[in-house]
């Protein structure tokens, strides 16, 4: 610590002697903080280190013709995660993109927003990346939760960031002239991932630059866990990844089942890369700091590092619902009834073993179990995102849906006889920026305003004989907020599809 400490107050000097060591209100180019420590300071021992990760000698993993439109990258010290990060980065050689979009988030310091940052470059060894001022002055002027600002950006105050500096050597590498646009996230709540997923799509439409940008998603995954248990728990975030699934990943970014210091950022691209055209997500390469080559491997404590890319493959169709024969289809519904009776009545109800090998049934999915009286609702409980396979999934929602609606009550035994089931299984959710890509019929949508939320399936629309702006009006006020609130830029919109077993 000591030797570190000493470093940076001999490099920093040595580098900024030549600016008389001005303020940072002074400066407009930041000079780097972690070279030296995360990477070397020496210009060609960088050079060497970056090809050597970079593997440019072996093919990549996503064919020419495939546009990427994102990727994720760690951003631990190149001794640890620049193996992985080079895997990343290898996907951009040969691509032309003009500016290069960084978020990364913030390890040190707190604000309540996404700071844009506000000089004019980032210096590394390489030299200074400039920073795109047209587009940064434009994003920071779309909304309250984006400002130009030098939070998070700081290289005097407290310990300097190292999330968003360790992405830019590899790019000067790749694009030597590309302009930058370095973004720190100050919070990962979802209100910020909105607004600045909601700034960057809007900034590029307005300019007209959707096709000469790539976006970059700064993230490690979990730390400090056993090798095994690093492994088991960033699968979770891998599954989430490769199903396109930037809803859960936002829910779940404080959960003990998933961990990404980086999983806002992650979010944002996600969900700014499918608004460009991105539809699939291509899981690159995963590894931990005890699979690196390049240190002692220690497998008691790791890091996971993953390298990842969305992009756009035309012969790519994904699915997000499971297909069911008919006969799989009654023997859910015939499942959820014995699990409700069973619930209703005090019995002990296990899971046949004929649906546990189900391989349909096996497939993580969320589902709301809707129960009907005499043609009347009585109940309808459910998950918007899926944490378990199918068949537990319907054991679970259907015991809630049997107790625990509390608009009316549990379910009793003398109502057995009168009920009928219904069970909806949910895509993963996907974010809604313009109302007129919201179908009836086809679609269910869920709000989200500050501490209000609300959930509408897709035959709800089609029962009632609403058009879209009733659908929306009737969500809102299913969420406990005004029915005009779906109007309001802070309010986020997901669709889903649903398969409907009646």
């Known amino acids: 610590m000591i030797y570190i400490i000493l470093y940076f107050a001999f490099f920093l ?42 593997e440019a000698n072996l093919p990549g993993k996503i064919p020419s013709e495939q546009k990427i439109f994102g990727i994720i ?29 960084i978020i990364a988030p913030s390890h040190h310091q707190y604000f309540p927003y996404a700071s844009v940052f506000s000089g004019d ?52 590498y790749i694009h030597p002239n590309i302009k930058i646009l370095p973004i720190v996230m ?40 056993s090798y095994k248990y690093a492994q088991e728990i960033d699968q979770n975030f891998i599954n989430t990844f490769r199903r396109f699934d930037y809803f859960k990943l936002t829910a779940m970014q ?20 499918e608004q460009l055209g991105a539809n699939k997500p291509v899981d690159i390469f995963y590894a931990t700091s005890g699979d690196s080559p390049f240190v002692t491997p220690i497998k008691e404590r790791v890091v996971g590092y993953f390298a990842g890319a969305l992009v756009f493959d035309s012969s790519f169709n994904p699915e997000y619902l499971p297909k069911l024969t008919m006969e799989e289809e009654l023997k859910l519904k015939n499942f959820v009834k014995n ?34 009286k005499n043609g009347e609702l009585r109940a309808c409980m459910g998950h918007i995102f899926p944490t378990k396979p199918l068949i537990y999934e319907l054991q679970e929602v259907a015991k809630t849906s049997a107790t625990n609606d509390w608009r009316f009550g549990p ?12 069970i909806t299984i949910l895509s993963r959710f996907k974010k809604i920026f313009s109302f007129s890509d919201i179908k009836i019929g086809k679609h269910g949508l869920y709000l989200r305003y500050k501490n ?29 907020v005004s029915k005009t609130t779906f109007l309001d830029p802070e309010t986020e919109i997901y669709a889903f599809e649903a398969l409907i077993i009646h």
């Open 13 to 54: 000097g040595d580098f900024m002697f030549a600016q008389d060591a001005p303020s940072e209100k002074e400066i407009s180019y930041r000079p780097p903080t972690v070279a030296g420590s995360f990477y070397t300071s020496d210009p060609e021992t960088l050079k060497n280190e970056i090809e050597i990760y970079l």
């Open 73 to 101: 990258s760690p951003h631990a010290g190149y001794m640890y995660s620049g193996f992985v990060a080079g895997k990343a980065y290898k996907e951009l050689i040969g691509r032309d993109f003009k500016t290069a979009i």
């Open 121 to 172: 470059a980032y210096v590394t060894p390489f030299g200074p990346a400039l920073v795109d001022k047209e587009l940064a002055t434009k994003l920071s002027n779309q909304n309250n939760y984006v400002r130009l600002s030098l939070d998070g950006h700081h290289w005097r105050k407290g310990t300097p960031e190292h999330s968003l500096e360790v992405q830019i050597p590899f790019l000067q």
């Open 186 to 225: 100050g919070s990962q709540e979802p209100q910020i991932i909105h607004s600045l997923s909601l700034a960057i799509y809007n900034t590029l439409k307005e300019l007209n630059r959707t096709e000469d940008v790539i976006l970059i998603a700064s993230s490690d995954l979990s730390h400090y866990h």
């Open 254 to 273: 404080k959960s003990s089942e998933l961990e990404a210091c980086g999983a806002g950022p992650v979010a944002v691209v996600m969900i700014v890369s």
């Open 339 to 372: 699990v409700i009776e069973a619930k209703v009545l005090g019995k002990e109800f296990e899971i046949p073993d004929d649906l546990k090998s189900t391989k349909t049934f096996l497939f993580n999915n969320t589902a709301f179990v809707t129960i009907e």
């Open 411 to 422: 379910v009793t035994k003398d109502e057995l006889p009168f009920l009928s089931y219904e």
């Open 452 to 480: 209000h939320s609300g959930l509408l399936l897709p035959q709800v629309a089609i029962e009632r004989n609403w058009d879209v702006t009733t659908f929306l009006q009737n969500l809102c006020l299913k969420a406990g």
